[in-house]
């Protein structure tokens, strides 16, 4: 399974980025798909999670009504649009999947559980100037 960020860069508070996850080598309908960032010297936390069976969206409160995930699945990516974005959004930004070949079902809840993301990308930086 390969993950591959890109979008990041340097905005004005104010401003937008779209973030960009281009993933392959998983088959399976059942898995959860999110972004995840981490600031220097914070812990990691979840921005927002996709079921991959029913395509239902989570957002963590810090990021609701300005942040925005969408899946292409013809081209197996998702995008993650960032309006709004505050000084305190600048974090290095992951992507990250769960998959799921037994036949369970992955909701849109499962990436905020502790370690339960099977796959990361390198992460992709975001940073939001004052």
């Known amino acids: 399974v390969q993950l591959v960020e890109s979008g990041g860069g340097l905005v004005q508070a104010g401003g937008s980025l779209r973030l960009s996850c281009a993933a392959s080598g998983f088959t399976s309908d059942d898995y959860a798909i999110g972004w995840f960032r981490q600031a220097p010297g914070e812990e990691r936390e979840v921005v927002s999670c996709?079921?991959?069976?029913?395509?239902?969206?989570y957002y963590a409160d810090s990021v609701k009504r300005r942040f925005t995930m969408s899946n292409d699945g013809a081209k197996n990516t998702v995008h993650l649009q960032m309006d709004n974005l505050k000084p305190e959004d600048k974090a290095v930004h992951y992507c990250?999947?769960?998959?799921?070949?037994?036949?369970?079902?992955?909701?849109?809840?499962?990436?905020?559980?502790?370690?339960?993301?099977?796959?990361w990308g390198k992460g992709t930086q975001v940073t939001v100037s004052s």
């Open positions: 990250a999947v769960a998959v799921d070949y037994g036949g369970g079902h992955l909701d849109s809840w499962y990436c905020t559980v502790g370690d339960g993301m099977d796959y």
């Open positions: 996709m079921s991959g069976s029913d395509g239902s969206t």
